[in-house]
């Protein structure tokens, strides 16, 4: 099993639309989870960062279920601007092993 | 702000040529990391290094090599480049350890092995 799985898209969807991303990770030890984004040909940024409690910024809301180790990341009122590609980044179990990341779910809002 | 410099966005070069990637950041950070990424695999993860004169493996090391001698440096080097390595090529640097904090890329190396 892929240490970290995203569903690649891409997801095309109207503005105004709320979407949802899923990311599936194998180690049940992770503990620090994010979202990135890429835009198209720049390089990732982060987006925010994924608590045990929830997070939220705005239009955009990460969660983290531990039980069935997947994180989320919910989009509302989408934007044009939300074009890019999110990716998940999880951190493996040994203590000093740079984070994971996933390939990658590409979003196109449309007008 | 956190500036991660790559010197060359674009270069071209033959198969056999050795390639020099270098990587600048101005923000003291620790950790340095080298990946590329390519269409449908992602990000992978060349090398890293958590301190000056250390360097660390990554997922696909083979045909690569690093260089840290100055804290805020880290050069990425293809001995003898392949049409293979043919790719974008991220430099990162992160603050505390390694598998924490937010990393911040650098603009990108787009390199073509003809």
């Known amino acids: 099993r892929k240490e970290v799985e995203q569903d690649p898209g891409p997801f095309n969807v109207p503005e105004g639309a709320t979407v949802a991303f899923n990311c599936t990770y194998s180690?049940?030890?992770?503990?620090?989870f994010f979202w990135y984004r890429q835009d198209c040909r720049k390089e990732p940024k982060l987006l925010m960062s994924v608590y045990s409690s929830g997070n939220e910024d705005g239009r955009f809301t990460a969660q983290l279920n531990r039980a069935s180790q997947y994180i989320s990341l919910l989009i509302r009122d989408s934007k044009l601007s939300d074009s890019a590609t999110y990716l998940c980044v999880v951190t493996p179990n040994s203590g000093n092993t740079p984070l994971v990341f996933g390939k990658g779910t590409r979003l196109s809002v449309i007008a | 702000d956190v500036k991660v410099t790559q010197s060359s966005r674009y270069l071209v070069k033959r198969t056999g040529e050795k390639v020099f990637l270098e990587c600048v950041q101005d923000?003291?950070?620790?950790?340095m990391f080298w990946y590329r990424q390519d269409p449908g695999l992602g990000l992978r993860l060349i090398y890293f290094?958590?301190?000056?004169?250390?360097?660390e493996k990554g997922d696909i090391p083979e045909g690569y090599s690093v260089s840290r001698e100055k804290k805020e440096r880290f050069s990425l080097i293809l001995e003898s480049a392949s049409t293979n390595q043919t790719s974008m090529y991220l430099c990162?640097?992160?603050?505390?350890?390694?598998?924490?904090?937010?990393?911040?890329f650098g603009e990108g190396s787009r390199l073509t092995v003809l």
């Open positions: 923000m003291d950070h620790e950790n």
């Open positions: 290094s958590y301190d000056v004169k250390m360097k």
């Open positions: 180690n049940s030890a992770s503990q620090s």
């Open positions: 990162a640097s992160s603050l505390g350890r390694p598998n924490t904090g937010e990393l911040f």
